[in-house]
């Protein structure tokens, strides 16, 4: 996709724990795991122990489709870390998935700074996706 | 209604500076001390503390207190970020009402500069720093870009309406010693100013620094004459609306109603407004939760008013965060400071004319995407 495969930078990287460990093993293998209530039924990100709509404990884990349009972005210059400086602007979304929960997210790839509201995106496939720490996108 | 007799009566506020001159101790130390003499109290008149400092931990409002030498029967520490000092203040009036405490001292500041900003908010909470900080994501400069492209996409806002905001502070700024930023802005240097993270350029970003403020609740007649400030109405609402990343309203929305009502007054009876401006867009979603115009009708409203301290809507009449500067959670009490300087005819130079009431508005604490907090107190000269 971009920059060294063999050497990514250092990006800083979530810290795992017993609520978010399916979706950090799950983005090792280039794939989007949502959480889903078994209740209210509704997806949501980022995750929890709990329904943040219901308070309900009945979650499942489920690979979401990857696809998604962009609500809001941003050419962001000044990243805040340096790992991102060699990609600068990185461009900085909101994101509504197909499954309808929000995230924030990049947009990465050369014409990233083609994005804008309401553009379709999907996941960067593997293997360039293991570069990422998050689920990170590209425009569809 | 009936008007509450607890209110403010002395406010301080340190030098600001770039740079830390000091520890946070001190400057909290420095605020307090002006607090209590413009109230014209002493230590021992003080019987409750309750601090909003986002360094202030592993210390707290109990150990502040020994730091401090006295002893109190109330003690809070506050964490709603610029929000927490206008809660603060409310939470120390109800604690007098209610017989815990007769003075409560309620100090706010932060060692800022833009490295201390930036290791902060890597790391401000458990959602930012899971996952958002490993997507580079700017810190607040990159989060508040969203939510401005948003506003400028569902309302039409144009960039030069945003920056009068800026423009007009800047021009009180001038008349305001602290301000760190005080030089003369135009709209052109607004407008033409380096980018930061789009549509955000370097005048709608605050400037991180380090100082304190601190005003004393108590009886407004325990006040020195002329000196104190009644408290007409104040509310809280915080993470509203919930689940969203960038929404375009706050917990205002949910209780500008009642805080009008109460208050007695209404936006147009404000002969001032000190609103948390972080940035200006949260300057224009609070102007609209809190009742300033309708729905979506920000544009008009930013292009037909002024914003100076002598301008038809004096707006952060001493400059602002965005011109003074943040001070970390110190830039939730600025506008407080501000307001009451004003009440109490003491603004000097930039000094609103005949001034009787106005409106303070506290927002902030980043999380996932936004602020979550809001808080807001109508003031009254008493």
């Not at chain 1, 979706?23 to 949502?34: H, P, S, T, V």
């Not at chain 2, 989060?143 to 945003?162: D, I, N, P, S």
């Not at chain 2, 147009?268 to 979506?296: C, T, W």
């Not at chain 2, 959670?329 to 130079?349: C, D, P």
């Amino acid at each position: 996709m971009m920059g060294d495969m063999a050497n990514p930078p250092t990006y800083p990287q979530p810290r795992e724990d017993a609520t978010n460990a399916p979706l950090i093993a799950g983005w090792r293998e280039g794939r989007l795991m949502l959480q889903r209530c078994g209740d209210c039924g509704r997806a949501f990100f980022y995750p929890r122990p709990m329904c943040p709509h219901c308070w309900s404990e009945k979650l499942a884990w489920f690979e979401a489709s990857g696809r998604g349009r962009i609500v809001a972005y941003s050419h962001v210059f000044k990243p805040h870390h340096p790992a991102f400086d060699a990609e600068a602007p990185i461009v900085l979304i909101e994101a509504a998935l197909e499954e309808g929960a929000l995230m924030l997210t990049r947009v990465v790839g050369e014409d990233r700074t083609n994005a804008r509201s309401r553009m379709a995106i999907s996941l960067v496939p593997m293997p360039e996706a293991a570069r990422y720490p998050l689920p990170t996108f590209v425009l569809a | 209604m009936t008007k509450s007799d607890i209110g403010i009566v002395g406010c301080g506020q340190t030098p600001y500076s770039k740079r830390a001159q000091g520890t946070l101790v001190g400057y909290l130390a420095d605020a307090a001390r002006r607090a209590l003499d413009s109230a014209g109290m002493a230590r021992g008149d003080i019987d409750g503390l309750a601090v909003a400092a986002f360094q202030l931990p592993p210390d707290n409002a109990v150990t502040l207190a020994e730091q401090f030498g006295i002893t109190v029967s109330y003690a809070d520490y506050f964490t709603a970020g610029g929000a927490g000092s206008v809660a603060m203040m409310l939470a120390a009036k109800r604690a007098i009402e209610d017989g815990q405490a007769k003075a409560v001292l309620c100090v706010a500041g932060d060692l800022y500069d833009v490295g201390a900003h930036y290791r902060l908010m890597g790391n401000f909470n458990q959602a930012l720093s899971n996952y958002a900080q490993p997507h580079g994501f700017g810190g607040p400069n990159g989060l508040f870009a969203l939510v401005t492209r948003k506003h400028m996409e569902a309302y039409g806002t144009t960039c030069e309406q945003f920056g009068r905001i800026s423009v007009g502070q800047r021009a009180s700024a001038a008349l305001n010693d602290n301000a760190l930023l005080r030089g003369p802005m135009t709209m052109d240097d607004y407008l033409n100013a380096r980018m930061i993270a789009d549509p955000l350029r370097l005048f709608d970003c605050v400037l991180p620094c380090t100082g304190a403020e601190a005003v004393v609740v108590a009886a407004v007649d325990r006040a020195p004459k002329g000196k104190g400030v009644r408290v007409l109405s104040g509310a809280e609402q915080h993470n509203h609306p919930p689940g969203e990343v960038a929404p375009l309203h706050i917990g205002a929305a949910l209780y500008r109603d009642r805080l009008w009502a109460r208050a007695g007054y209404g936006p147009k009876d404000m002969q001032f407004a000190q609103i948390y401006d972080d940035y200006p867009v949260m300057v224009a979603i609070q102007l609209e939760d809190l009742g300033y115009f309708g729905a979506g009708e920000a544009p008009g409203f930013l292009a037909r008013h002024d914003f100076a301290w002598n301008g038809s809507l004096p707006l952060n009449t001493g400059g602002g965060q965005l011109s003074c500067g943040q001070t970390g959670a110190g830039g939730g009490m600025i506008g407080l400071w501000e307001a009451v300087t004003q009440l109490r005819h003491e603004a000097g130079a930039r000094q609103v004319p005949k001034v009787e009431r106005g409106l303070v508005a506290g927002y902030g604490m980043v999380g996932y995407g936004h602020g979550l907090g809001s808080a807001s107190v109508v003031l009254e000269r008493a």
